[in-house]
């Protein structure tokens, strides 16, 4: 198995910034894909920005520009670095990866438990 934490989320006024961190851990044998979806409340969770192994990225239009991905494969942690937040970033923000573990018989989806961002005040 390969368990997946966030951290750095919290509350933060306008214009701010914040950077989320995702660190994996387990039997790790091969992450694919790499990305950090959101879920407001009462919206579906959508894709924010992913990453691949091979480095390219891919960005939510309302968020390019202003965040960016980036990964430590030494580590096996990516980041989301958030500038210039609004309230419409306000959300529960989830680590997400497709990768393999030694005990996968293929790739599959995993998650973070999610990590709340608040931009108020």
């Known amino acids: 198995q390969m368990q997946l934490v966030e951290s750095g989320g919290g509350l933060v006024q306008p214009g701010g910034s914040l950077r989320l961190s995702c660190a994996a851990s387990?039997?790790?044998?091969?992450?694919?894909?790499m990305a950090w979806f959101r879920q407001a409340p009462g919206k579906q969770r959508e894709l924010v920005a992913l990453?691949?192994?091979?480095?390219?990225?891919n960005y939510a239009d309302s968020v390019k520009g202003r965040f960016t991905i980036s990964l430590d494969n030494a580590k096996n942690t990516w980041y989301l670095q958030m500038n210039s937040l609004g309230p419409e970033d306000t959300a529960v923000y989830y680590c997400?990866?497709?990768?393999?573990?030694?005990?996968?018989?293929?790739?599959?989806?995993?998650w973070g438990p999610g990590t709340q961002v608040t931009v108020s005040g």
């Open positions: 990453v691949t192994s091979g480095r390219s990225t």
């Open positions: 997400h990866a497709y990768a393999r573990t030694k005990d996968d018989a293929g790739f599959r989806n995993y």
């Open positions: 387990g039997s790790i044998f091969s992450i694919n894909t």
